[in-house]
């Protein structure tokens, strides 16, 4: 598998590298090509409904920051430009910035999962794919510091913004890329009874249902955050999966962070991320995290208080 993996990397680096260039070398064409409100196109009328989906009513110009609104491709000179766009100025506030014990979205993401006292080790491969703090770190030194801690985990739709903002105010300690496997799934019973879109014993839809588990295989950024009291040492992951291969992080060791600031970013492909807190404090999620809620970036998601 290790192999297949990177040479699955070496692919993938490739297609990243075209999906970037304004000027590819004939014949490929533009990757910007797909770019168009043709039937097939990224802004056709049913995939511009799809990328306006959680915009609360504005249009996408209104939203992103677009070269050029009234150009058939928004004036992106690359697809990766596209799928790295950022937010308008002003259209992702921070709200309640002077609470520190308040945690806010990192990404924009429907909400996966969340657990209380995650163990150092687990049972990661089983059905209920339970969080293995040791391998989700890759061994890293601050991993038992997490020990008994919580997890958050969300997912990253296609049509999401890509970049990764900091949830707390604190200063970067740490930071590393994890490489791991692509398009990897559990095997499974395909889908569940009421599976919205798929029937009973569907096998499609396998990465999805696989979202615990790829946070110990999938490529993945982890940062290590020192919070303001009381939230303390954090870790965001930046989680990979199916063919997104480049989780770039934007932040170095020992940056100051507010609330909002960049982290980094993924390209092409939907994508996971979770944040890890550490013991000793209690998170009590705001009332807006259930399963499979869209949340926006920066929205307050939780608020910490030390444990006694």
Request: aromatic share 12%; net charge negative; glycine share 10%.
């Amino acid at each position: 598998m290790h192999a297949f993996n990177r040479a699955m990397k070496k692919l993938l680096d490739s297609w990243g590298v075209y999906l970037a260039n304004p000027n590819p070398p004939a014949p490929l064409p533009p990757s910007n090509s797909t770019l168009n409100k043709g039937p097939q196109g990224w802004f056709s009328p049913t995939a511009i409904r799809g990328l306006e989906a959680h915009l609360g009513g504005l249009t996408f110009a209104q939203t992103y920051v677009c070269p050029d609104s009234t150009a058939d491709n928004y004036g992106f000179a690359t697809w990766d430009a596209f799928f790295i766009r950022e937010f308008q100025p002003g259209m992702r506030p921070v709200l309640f910035r002077e609470e520190k014990a308040l945690i806010h979205n990192a990404c924009e993401s429907t909400v996966y999962k969340t657990a209380e006292n995650v163990q150092l080790h687990d049972q990661f491969w089983l059905k209920d794919q339970k969080y293995s703090l040791y391998d989700m770190l890759n061994g890293h030194a601050y991993a038992e510091q997490f020990a008994g801690g919580t997890v958050y985990q969300a997912f990253l739709g296609r049509a999401d913004y890509h970049r990764w903002h900091s949830p707390v105010k604190g200063t970067i300690l740490d930071f590393s890329i994890i490489p791991g496997t692509y398009f990897a799934a559990l095997p499974d019973s395909g889908a569940e009874v009421g599976d919205p879109d798929l029937q009973p014993g569907d096998p499609r839809g396998a990465v999805m249902r696989s979202q615990g588990w790829l946070t110990i295989a999938a490529t993945r950024a982890l940062i290590f955050i020192q919070g303001d009291d009381p939230i303390g040492l954090m870790c965001f992951i930046g989680v990979g999966m199916a063919e997104v291969s480049t989780c770039q992080v934007s932040v170095q060791k020992g940056d100051a962070v507010e609330i909002g600031d960049e982290l980094g970013m993924f390209h092409f492909g939907g994508s996971s991320h979770t944040l890890i807190f550490r013991p000793g404090i209690k998170i009590t999620w705001a009332d807006v995290v259930q399963q499979d809620t869209h949340l926006w970036i920066n929205s307050v998601i939780g608020q910490a208080t030390i444990v006694p």
